[in-house]
């Protein structure tokens, strides 16, 4: 038997109705604060990402579905939304007229261990705001975010935040992080080895026990931000409350991703059974100018769907539409029942055709598929133009079942549906 391949999953059932749920709300927010709708292509070029995400960062040195295609060129399946909505801003010559705000939904790809709400192709949901530098700005976004959040039914979350500061500031913080891991080298992983020269900043996102350790003690950036990046923060921190957003400042947040800089942000569930980040995202300097745009800043967020999924009620989320299952009760009946479905549909009536097996058999079916309404037609109602109108799961015997003209069925159904 086929199965998905490890680390991807069929989407159906409740599970679906929740993604669409949380793509209906996060849309209509989202249209609220101006943000409209783009799609890019699930593969591009390698280079899109090697050159945004970093060469030193997990997602490009290990976690990337690339391959060569037939005509020998490097491709690969999207890790994240952010680069190729970028690319797209400057090939489709948006750039002209900034600022803009867009929205995407889809989804990824990482090459990263299956677990629990780590999956190798998964979803994100991501806002991007490019061509406006301003706290105003960071704080709105993380604002929305948190509406979408409360919106959806999650309550139990904080907002993790820190500054990356400027280039300024991570220059003399490297030097700083440099001379404190360095006394620590001969104890750190392999890879965080390599990173000392290459992309320090990248070791505090070690998952490593021992590097994590060891980054518990390291300085933190707060410590070294230039005094614009420090007012800057602050007064980003300042506005989130001035909005009643619950957020907490985290020195050792840094997010797994290279480009980000000044205000970076983080969503935790605070659910007991699930209490892993939800999304995140950040203010990045230098983006649309890597791909040949304009020198200017931006700023973006992206949730893991899934792992918002995972924190509402299955049982909240079932089919539950109620339909009508049109029965007819021998093979005699079946051309006027279909005839019957068809007036059902052009009244806009959710309905099931069920005209298999014996006629216990056929409400048993209309039982299993949830249809809250049987209309039965035997040989008598064919002869008086009636339907049998049947009321399933419902005790009242005076109540469960009526003979209707089968002119008059829609309205009738329009009513008590
Ligand atoms: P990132 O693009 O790494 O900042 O991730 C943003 C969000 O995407 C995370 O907070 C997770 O909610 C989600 N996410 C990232 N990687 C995965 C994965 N492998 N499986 C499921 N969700 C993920």
Redesign the pocket.
């Known amino acids: 038997m086929f199965r998905p391949i490890r ?1 991807m999953k069929d989407l159906y059932g409740s599970d679906i109705n929740k993604y669409n749920f949380i793509i209906e709300q996060a849309r209509h927010i989202g249209e609220k604060y101006g943000y409209s709708q783009i799609s890019t292509p699930i593969v591009e070029q390698t280079d899109v990402f090697q050159r945004s995400i970093g060469d030193e960062t997990d ?1 490009v040195s290990k976690e990337m579905y690339s391959f060569v295609d037939k005509g020998g060129e490097s491709i690969t399946l999207r ?2 939304g952010t680069a190729g909505v970028m690319r797209a801003i400057v090939s489709e010559s948006m750039a002209q007229s900034l600022p803009i705000k867009l929205m995407y939904y889809g989804e ?1 790809f ?1 090459y ?1 261990r299956p677990q629990k ?4 192709q ?1 979803h ?1 949901l991501g806002f991007e705001h490019i061509g406006d530098k301003s706290p105003y700005t960071d704080a709105l976004l993380i604002s929305m975010a948190s509406e979408i959040l409360n919106s959806i039914g999650i309550f139990g979350f904080k907002v993790l935040i820190n500054s990356l500061g400027d280039d300024e500031t991570r220059e003399s913080y490297t030097k700083g992080l440099v001379k404190y891991l360095s006394r620590h080298e001969e104890n750190l992983s392999e890879d965080s080895k390599k990173r000392l020269t290459k992309n320090p900043l990248r070791i505090l996102d070690s998952k490593d026990s021992k590097d994590k350790e060891i980054c518990s003690m390291a300085p933190i950036i707060t410590d070294y931000l230039s005094k614009e990046s420090g007012q800057y923060f602050e007064k980003v921190c300042a506005l989130l409350d001035d909005y009643g957003v619950n957020f907490e400042i985290d020195n050792f947040l840094v ?3 290279d480009y980000y800089s000044e205000t970076a942000f ?2 935790k569930s605070t659910s007991e059974e699930y209490g ?6 950040g203010r990045y300097d230098k983006l649309l100018k890597i791909f040949g745009g304009p020198d200017v800043s931006g700023i973006g967020f ?3 769907i ?3 999924m995972m924190l509402l009620d299955d049982s909240k989320f079932q089919n539950k539409a109620k339909k009508v299952a049109v029965v007819p009760v021998s093979e005699d009946e079946n051309d006027t029942a279909f005839q019957l479905l068809k007036t059902l549909y052009d009244a806009d009536i959710p309905a099931e055709f069920i005209h298999n097996g014996n006629l216990s058999k056929k409400m048993k079916i209309a039982d299993r598929m949830n249809c809250g309404i049987a209309l039965i037609l035997g040989e008598d109602e064919c002869e008086n133009e009636t339907v049998t109108v049947k009321l399933m799961n419902c005790d009242d015997k005076s109540k469960k079942t009526q003979t209707v003209a089968r002119n008059d069925i829609a309205s009738f159904l329009k009513h008590s549906l």
Request: proline residues 3%.
């Open positions: 680390g997602v890790p994240e990824m990482r990263d709400g780590r999956y190798r998964f994100q997010r797994g991703l983080e969503f892993d980040s939800v999304g995140g995202g992206a949730f893991g899934e792992r918002l």
